[in-house]
């Protein structure tokens, strides 16, 4: 079975500061990792994934996430956080050469002017 | 990448009643999903849909609550029957292609009275 965790559900930051959100997985096999957010009344946009290759992916708006997999995390990471970037962030794993995207709870961002 | 269109975006239904939601792509894709999301809470895979064949559910999701058509290999329907409260949610399409991410719709926010 595959499973995500995110660990907060809320992380509060000021605008110009880092952000990060935290994820843990679970997964047999090497694992396929991906990072969503939400903004209200919206579905999920793609920000970034981790598939092979170098452990430091760069996506979307200036997010990165690092793959470690002796901690089996993929955190994401923003140098400065904008007001703009407060939504909702979920995780997602699936097995290589899976189908079934399992994702985290979630954690909302709140980025404070 | 994959553009989803789905409808209706929004539905206010009596109880009882049954609510068919829409989902097409822009191009051909193998594996469609539909997911449930509670407001603020995270994504919960209700099946996959198939083409030429049954969809496959996933624990606690039967086909004759949530019955779902793939006609072909850019569209596909979920019905949800017989709605109580208790199925007010945020449905979701989703389609991946091969190794890649997986892409949304906006989502349908059904509300049952």
């Known amino acids: 079975a595959q499973s995500v965790a995110q660990p907060e559900d809320q992380v509060n930051v000021a605008e110009g500061n880092p952000l990060t959100v935290k994820c843990t997985y679970s997964v047999s096999g090497n694992p396929y990792l991906f990072w969503y957010v939400q903004y209200p009344n919206r579905g999920l946009q793609f920000l970034l994934k981790?598939?092979?290759?170098?452990?430091l992916v760069k996506g979307s708006y200036g997010f990165e996430a690092e793959f470690n997999k002796s901690q089996t995390s993929f955190h994401l990471k923003k140098p400065s956080a904008l007001v703009s970037d407060s939504a909702l962030y979920f995780c997602?794993?699936?097995?290589?050469?899976?189908?079934?995207?399992?994702f985290g709870g979630g954690t909302r961002v709140l980025v404070k002017p | 990448s994959a553009v989803i269109s789905q409808k209706p975006s929004r539905d206010i239904c009596q109880r009882g009643t049954s609510l068919t939601i829409q989902c097409q792509v822009d191009?051909?894709?193998?594996?469609m999903f539909w997911y449930r999301q509670q407001p603020g809470q995270s994504l919960t895979l209700i099946a996959t849909a198939n083409q030429g064949s049954e969809a496959t559910y996933e624990s606690g999701f039967v086909i004759d609550k949530f019955p779902i058509s793939r006609p072909n290999l850019t569209f596909s329907t979920l019905t949800v029957s017989n709605m109580s409260p208790e199925d007010s949610s945020i449905y979701l399409c989703s389609v991946r292609k091969g190794d890649t991410e997986a892409f949304f719709g906006q989502g349908t926010r059904l509300t049952v009275v």
């Open positions: 981790y598939i092979t290759g170098d452990n």
């Open positions: 997602a794993v699936i097995k290589a050469a899976g189908n079934k995207l399992t």
């Open positions: 191009s051909q894709v193998t594996m």
